[in-house]
């Protein structure tokens, strides 16, 4: 079974910094739809929101990233396959980054932003700054 585990939330004032990662067990990154994992965010009551994406072409040693226009040159998206996680480097945190953030593996291949296009879920990890 594939189980996605994210970590690194807490809590940090404006304009701080957190590293979260997301590692995986029983997941393959060098399919064409493994090859692609992303971050959201969700607040309670809200749809939840893609925050960055890569795209490894079935290549993870290569992938295309894109953002979401609120979280470019702030947020950064990186693979470690060595250790089987993705990461979202967070800088410049603003209070309108406090979400519960989820960690999403294996696209099917429609708009990266729509959380039914991912196959994968982890449990969520909190960012709250304030």
């Known amino acids: 079974d594939v189980q996605l585990v994210e970590s690194g939330g807490g809590s940090v004032q404006p304009g701080g910094s957190l590293r979260m990662s997301c590692v995986s067990s029983?997941?393959?990154?060098?399919?064409?739809?493994?090859?692609?994992m992303a971050w959201f965010r969700q607040l309670p009551g809200k749809e939840r929101e893609a925050v960055a994406a890569?795209?490894?072409?079935?290549?993870?040693?290569?992938?295309?990233?894109t953002y979401a226009d609120s979280v470019k040159g702030r947020f950064t998206i990186s693979l470690d396959i060595a250790e089987s996680k993705v990461c979202l480097q967070m800088n410049s945190l603003k209070f309108e980054d406090t979400a519960m953030y989820y960690c999403?593996?294996?696209?099917?291949?429609?708009?990266?932003?729509?959380?039914?296009?991912?196959?994968?879920w982890g449990q969520g990890t909190q960012v709250t700054v304030s």
């Open positions: 890569m795209y490894g072409g079935g290549n993870p040693m290569s992938p295309l990233t």
């Open positions: 029983g997941y393959k990154y060098d399919s064409w739809s493994g090859s692609c």
């Open positions: 999403a593996g294996s696209w099917r291949g429609r708009t990266w932003s729509d959380p039914d296009g991912w196959i994968y």
